[in-house]
């Protein structure tokens, strides 16, 4: 049975950056599913525009349905599966360099992270979910990507030098994630 994988990427970010093009076309060589959302105004982004571009991208949420998120991805994520009425039970998520409280260096996104997120609502729908988080990461603190994985009572994968995991960072390809992936979706 093909998965369907979405990978929303962050602030100020595009579907053609990153290690997302290399996710895509790794999976999709596996026979699966792929959108990489483009998400709206990434470097002034909005909650609402985000919530929407979810909510008018996601076409179906069952136990073939993952998904990938990078930093401002992961909370823009909870905020729309919390919202919804029924939430189905779905095969999970990858959170990398995610947060759920607001970053001192990123003001602007406060909105995101203004509600406090019902995680159990989200864990009693996922059959999966891993957070991974660097060490070394400048824009996200390691600690708050930690808190994310307790709160989500997810598996997590502590690196010990990848920054934010951006291209600078000499992320264009990323295979932990991948291989993560994979292993959520051979368990379903």
Do not use: C
């Not at 001192?104 to 996922?126: C, G, Q, W």
């Not at 708050?144 to 390809?173: I, R």
């Amino acid at each position: 049975m093909a998965k369907q994988v979405y990978i929303i990427h962050g602030y100020g970010a595009s579907p053609a950056n990153h290690w997302f093009p290399w996710l895509k076309d790794k999976l999709i060589a596996d026979g699966n599913q792929v959108s990489v959302l483009h998400m709206p105004n990434s470097s002034d982004p909005k909650k609402e525009e985000w919530l929407k571009t979810l909510a008018n991208s996601i076409k179906n949420l069952d136990n073939n349905t993952y998904f990938v998120t990078h930093s401002l991805g992961s909370i823009t994520l909870l905020n729309y599966l919390e919202q919804l009425e029924h939430l189905p039970p779905f095969g999970g998520f990858i959170l990398v360099s995610g947060f759920s409280k607001p970053l001192s260096s990123l003001p602007s996104l406060d909105p995101f992270t203004e509600n406090k997120v019902d995680y159990k609502k989200i864990i009693s729908a996922t059959h999966s979910r891993a957070v991974i988080a660097a060490k070394d990461d400048d824009i996200v603190p390691f600690q708050l990507s930690q808190n994310l994985s307790n709160q989500l009572d997810a598996s997590f994968y502590p690196v010990e030098k990848g920054g934010h995991f951006l291209e600078d960072d000499g992320f264009t390809a990323f295979p932990l994630v991948y291989d993560l992936l994979n292993q959520m979706m051979k368990m379903k």
